[in-house]
């Protein structure tokens, strides 16, 4: 099996030059978890919900100010920091015909939870997340559980 057949192909995508609340709203509302750094279509980093959280920090961080809004509600007011300021760089990517075992090893190595998927030209084509492996692993684990039940039970094949 190969990234190509794992892959999400749309991917949400933001630029250095972004403020910190455009990935805040991607991944609140979208609900992902990692979005590549692009600059003319090239990967140039990675930004994860983790670098979101670190750069916002605890609530006594002078990143973020907690205001009254005079109805009892609560504001959060984030002090505007461009995404060049808390992306990876240097992102580990895969190219599509990649095996995918080596891409989960790769993400299991370096302690990472998804992998830009580019061409030789290092231009986005998709992202890979663990989701997507543990997703495939979860059918064929499955698919082997049956089977062994079956034997177990002196059933032939289906």
């Known amino acids: 099996m190969r990234v190509e057949d794992l892959m999400t192909s749309k991917v949400f995508t933001v630029e250095q030059h972004d403020l ?9 509302y979208e609900r992902i978890r990692h979005l590549p750094v692009i600059e003319k279509g090239k990967v140039i980093g990675i930004v994860s919900d983790r670098d979101l959280y670190k750069a916002l920090g605890p609530k006594s961080n002078s990143n973020a100010i907690e ?3 005079g109805t009892g509600a609560t504001e959060l007011h984030v002090i505007p920091k461009k995404v060049q300021h808390i992306m990876h760089r240097g992102v580990i ?14 993400m299991a190595d370096n302690k990472i939870g998804a992998l830009p998927v580019v061409d030789k030209d290092n231009k986005l084509l998709g992202i890979l997340s663990s989701t997507d492996i ?15 039940k079956r034997i177990a039970a002196g059933i032939s094949h289906k």
């Open 93 to 106: 990517t895969v190219s599509p015909d990649t095996y995918a075992s080596e891409a989960a090893a790769k």
């Open 67 to 69: 205001a009254a809004t």
């Open 134 to 148: 543990l997703r495939v692993f979860s059918k064929i684990e499955k698919a082997s559980e049956e089977r062994d």
């Open 20 to 28: 910190i609340d455009r990935v805040f709203f991607l991944i609140h």
